[in-house]
C-alpha cells in the first residue's frame, strides 16, 4: 500500500487504503470500487515529464517523454569506458575503479 505514495502526491488514490491489513480486507470482499481504483493507478496512469522517487533512497529518476532513465552517475561512467559492451560477465566494479573510470565525477 505503500507503493501508491506517488499516485497519492498526484491526488490519484483518495479512495484507496492506506492500510495494508484495509487492503486486503477489501480485496478479499471483491471490493470493487478498490480493485477500479487500483486498476486505473497501476495500468492508466502515464507520467511523461518529471520523477520518479525510491522511496528507500530518495534518489530520483527522470521520466522524459514518457520513458525513466533509471542510470546512475555510476552506470552512465561504465558505460564511456571503450568496450564495456563487449566484456564477459564479472562481478561488478568496485567503488575505487567506479571512480576511476572516464567521466566519473566526485
Same mark, same amino acid.
Given at each position: 500500500?505503500?507503493?501508491? %505514495? +506517488? !499516485?497519492?502526491?498526484?491526488? /490519484? ?6 492500510? !495494508? ?5 477489501? *480485496? &478479499?470482499? &471483491?471490493? &470493487? %470500487?478498490?480493485?477500479? %481504483?487500483?486498476?486505473?493507478? /497501476? =495500468?492508466?496512469?502515464? *507520467? $511523461? &515529464? ?7 533512497? +530518495?534518489?530520483q529518476f527522470p521520466v522524459?517523454? +514518457? *520513458?525513466? @532513465?533509471? /542510470? ?7 558505460? $564511456? =569506458?571503450?568496450?564495456?559492451? @563487449? $566484456?564477459?560477465? $564479472? ?8 571512480a576511476a573510470a572516464p567521466? !566519473?565525477? +566526485?
Amino acid at each position: 500500500v505503500h507503493h501508491l %505514495g +506517488g !499516485a497519492r502526491s498526484m491526488g /490519484l488514490a483518495e479512495d484507496l487504503p492506506r492500510d !495494508a491489513r484495509e487492503a486486503w480486507r477489501r *480485496i &478479499e470482499a &471483491e471490493d &470493487e %470500487g478498490l480493485l477500479r %481504483g487500483l486498476h486505473r493507478v /497501476l =495500468t492508466e496512469v502515464r *507520467i $511523461q &515529464e518529471g520523477f520518479l522517487v525510491c522511496p528507500s533512497t +530518495g534518489r530520483q529518476f527522470p521520466v522524459h517523454d +514518457g *520513458i525513466v @532513465n533509471f /542510470l546512475t552517475p555510476e552506470s552512465a561512467a561504465i558505460q $564511456q =569506458t571503450p568496450g564495456w559492451a @563487449n $566484456q564477459p560477465s $564479472q562481478d561488478p566494479p568496485t567503488p575505487e575503479e567506479l571512480a576511476a573510470a572516464p567521466g !566519473a565525477s +566526485g
